[in-house]
């Protein structure tokens, strides 16, 4: 297999509903598409769904367009390989830039997917015909717009919630939420806001009698030893998300029992064969796992309802519709969700067609480049 031909799509869709998380907010998403075509004429298609600025991670969307242009564009085009994890080795002497590499990587399993007719689901050795979806919400002005937002999202038929956590917007919600909903699967999500400090535990042991499912990345990433202090004191499990970008990392998290659960982001490990091999390791070492989402237009969306499919994947993931998010998605027909569960297509690649005309209506710049002919 060799792909001839890329082009890349600088998009920008606005949200349905703003979304608050403890650095920032934001009312519309910039992501990168991007289209792969083989010397046959087929496509495939992925996503780079960095945030736009370096508060999650230390991406954007101009570095990701950058290293996307200038290393992994050229390291893919015209390189012949018969796996997708053989076109991952093309681009791994680039260090970082995890979420460039996982929109080229998703590309190129839509694509070798689709040459061999299979869905994506089972090309990853999925096992799931259906998965469970749950609705992360942001940090919103008011306890009662939150209770509203919740409200909202339960009726939707979603079982799971997590809800975004500051310094500052923590016990409250949570207690009010779970007093409002005793019996909902509810988590939360810090994005790395907590200080090592004991006013922070003696936050994380107050949430600790609320039966959460779990508390994501209350510390900063680089910190294990903090995230390994709190689950030694807690019962409640901690999750990380933002602490682990590779596998080495992920080793590092189960030698120091500094998380029970794992947040597998496809875009976080930097493609669907690193993500894949996180869950194979969580998987022997006895740690549930979950997938996280980016808001994802469709195409990311779509690859993360595959990886979703994988058996170690036990909790809910962030695969909700993408209607929570979109009022018109970059794929036909949309991710949808009924009753908090998603089907995992069974046609070819991801299983959505993109929708190209929407699409180019949306870019504020495309690049278009081939291999040259030898
Ligand atoms: O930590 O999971 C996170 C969105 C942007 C940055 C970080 C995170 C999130 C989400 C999105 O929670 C969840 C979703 O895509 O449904
Ligand atoms: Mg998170």
Redesign the pocket.
């Known amino acids: 297999m060799r792909i001839d031909r890329l082009r890349l799509f600088d998009v920008t869709l606005p949200l349905v509903h703003s979304?608050e998380?403890s650095s920032h907010r934001?009312t519309g998403l910039n992501h990168i598409l991007v289209e792969a075509t083989d010397a046959d004429g087929r496509v495939g298609w992925g996503e780079i769904a960095t945030?736009s600025d370096p508060?999650?991670g230390s991406e954007t969307t101009q570095t990701a367009w950058s290293i996307a242009e200038r290393y992994l564009a050229p390291a893919v085009l015209g390189t012949t390989w018969e796996t997708p994890e053989d076109v991952e080795a093309a681009w791994r002497r680039v260090r970082g830039h995890e979420f460039a590499k996982a929109g080229f990587s998703i590309a190129c399993w839509d694509l070798h997917a689709r040459s061999t007719g299979r869905s994506l689901s089972s090309d990853l050795g999925g096992t799931r015909t259906a998965v469970e979806a749950?609705?992360?919400l942001?940090i919103e002005p008011t306890v009662d717009e939150l209770l509203a937002q919740v409200g909202r999202q339960v009726d939707a038929g979603y079982g799971r919630v997590?809800l975004?956590i500051a310094p500052g917007w923590d016990v409250e919600p949570v207690r009010a939420v779970r007093a409002a909903y005793p019996d909902l699967d509810l988590h939360v999500?810090a994005?790395g806001a907590y200080q090592d400090t004991e006013a922070s535990t003696a936050v994380m042991l107050a949430l600790d009698a609320y039966r959460l499912t779990m508390i994501?990345?209350p510390f900063a990433p680089r910190d294990f030893v903090a995230h390994a202090r709190l689950q030694a004191a807690i019962d409640t499990p901690v999750c990380l998300?933002?602490s682990v970008v590779d596998l080495g990392d992920l080793r590092t998290m189960l030698a120091l029992d500094a998380g029970r659960v794992l947040?597998i982001?496809v875009s976080r490990m930097g493609g669907l064969a690193s993500a894949r091999r996180a869950h194979d390791i969580a998987r022997d070492a006895g740690v549930p796992v979950w997938c996280?989402?980016?808001?994802?237009f469709g195409v990311g969306?779509a690859a993360?309802v595959a990886i979703s499919s994988l058996p170690n994947f036990t909790l809910p993931s962030?695969?909700?519709g993408s209607d929570?998010?979109y009022a018109r998605d970059v794929i036909v027909p949309p991710v949808v969700a009924t009753a908090g569960i998603v089907q995992v297509p069974a046609t070819a690649g991801i299983g959505h067609d993109v929708d190209v005309e929407w699409v180019f209506q949306n870019a504020a710049r495309t690049l278009d480049t081939s291999a040259v002919a030898d």
């Open positions: 979304f998380t934001k945030p508060y999650y749950g609705v992360s942001g997590k975004k999500d994005n994501e990345q998300d933002e947040n982001k996280g989402g980016m808001h994802e969306r993360n962030d695969v909700s929570k998010y």
